[in-house]
């Protein structure tokens, strides 16, 4: 960030819809960018959001998305709940306002698909947060698929091992519901690693999985448990186990393996920690750090998981806004969102009808029979 923003730059204006608990980063983020002014928040109640205005030193609450618009802003910012996303961009779309919206980016494909062609229609950047990407190590891994010290990504197991409360659920009502949630353990959490998983390994080709509420099917509707096999057209393969059913939370492992046998794994422990590298396995050496220390709280309340992120929220939105500058394109767009919806949508498909959900033909890698491929 500059000390100052020089008197040519354009100054974007923000309007952030939703003061929920999500919102603090968004404000943070913002607000932490000198060609940025946040002119109002939006939130069905009122009252809230005059009380988000007041403490972040806003000029403007509104209740409605019209009243956001109609302050002149250029961005509107979405942190509301999951199937509210689609009426908020397609308004500001309508509108000519750039949106930046949480993930899920929708809880169905059909409401998606229509986001990401209105704001295309519109002429308008649709970005998707999905800020564990900006994690230096994330993009370690991204960049030696890139320089071939991994090459072409084969394999991947991942592994979202996560522990919530009954509280967690009961805080806000349409926490673990599927209309308002959308899902449960693969809408909410383990998206973010369905993104890295895609981002590393491609489009999907064929996704078999299973999904189960085996600790908090007193409270919950959706579940808290889900398994998969996901193969990519590229022929490369991964894993994916996903629960909120673990006491204490053993974080979240994502293991990459290349074409040259070299590998890597990720890993964020605890729980809204920064991404690192827990093991390096390229040439003859393997350098790893420990993926539990000893000494560290594994149970993390959901706030400071929240706070945790907000230097890579603030990595996001500032390559969302310096898109708008150059007219340019954010790093991770709508349509790219739509690739981690599409997968988890196919893993409650597939387990509802006990058949893998295909969507392309997968590449059979070389020197691999076709008997054998299947």
């Not at 100054?11 to 952030?16: A, D, Q, S, T």
């Not at 509210?84 to 998606?112: F, M, N, S, W």
């Not at 929240?306 to 150059?326: C, G, Y």
Request: one cysteine or more; charged letters at 20%; aromatic letters at 6%.
């Amino acid at each position: 960030m500059t000390s100052s923003a020089s008197a040519s730059t354009r100054i974007f204006r923000v309007g952030i819809v939703g003061c929920g608990a999500i919102s603090r980063n968004h404000l943070e983020a913002f607000g932490a960018l000198d060609n940025v002014r946040i002119v109002g928040v939006c939130d069905i109640d009122l009252d809230r959001a005059r009380a988000t205005a007041e403490s972040w030193d806003v000029p403007n609450a509104v209740n409605t998305v019209a009243g956001l618009l109609d302050l002149g802003v250029d961005i509107i910012s979405v942190c509301t709940p999951h199937p509210t996303h689609e009426e908020v961009v397609l308004q500001a779309a309508a509108a000519g306002v750039h949106v930046l919206c949480e993930k899920p980016i929708a809880t169905r494909l059909d409401a998606a698909e229509r986001m990401v062609a209105a704001c295309e229609e519109a002429g308008v950047q649709l970005g998707v947060l999905f800020q564990r990407r900006f994690w230096p190590a994330a993009q370690r891994i991204r960049s030696a698929i890139d320089d071939g010290t991994l090459g072409q990504a084969i394999m991947a197991q991942c592994s979202v091992m996560l522990h919530r409360a009954p509280e967690y659920y009961s805080r806000d009502a349409w926490r673990g519901t599927w209309d308002n949630d959308g899902g449960g353990v693969l809408m909410t959490q383990a998206i973010h690693q369905i993104d890295l998983l895609q981002w590393y390994l491609g489009d999907v080709a064929e996704v078999y999985g299973k999904v189960n509420t085996y600790r908090h099917g007193d409270y919950i509707e959706v579940e808290d448990s889900a398994t998969a096999v996901i193969t990519f057209t590229s022929g490369a393969m991964a894993t994916l186990e996903a629960l909120t059913a673990v006491s204490p939370n053993l974080g979240i492992q994502l293991r990459v393996t290349g074409e040259t046998g070299a590998s890597a794994s990720l890993t964020e422990f605890p729980e809204g920690s920064d991404g690192r590298l827990d093991l390096w396995a390229v040439g003859e050496k393997i350098v790893v750090d420990p993926v539990h220390p000893d000494g560290v709280e594994p149970n993390v309340d959901l706030a400071t998981i929240n706070r945790q992120l907000i230097p890579h929220h603030t990595s996001q939105v500032r390559d969302f806004v310096q898109a708008l500058e150059t007219d340019g394109e954010p790093a991770i767009t709508g349509r790219d969102a739509l690739k981690s919806l599409r997968i988890l949508l196919a893993v409650y498909e597939s387990s509802r009808t006990g058949l893998p959900v295909r969507f392309a033909e997968a590449q059979v890698p070389a020197g691999v029979s076709a008997k054998v491929a299947g």
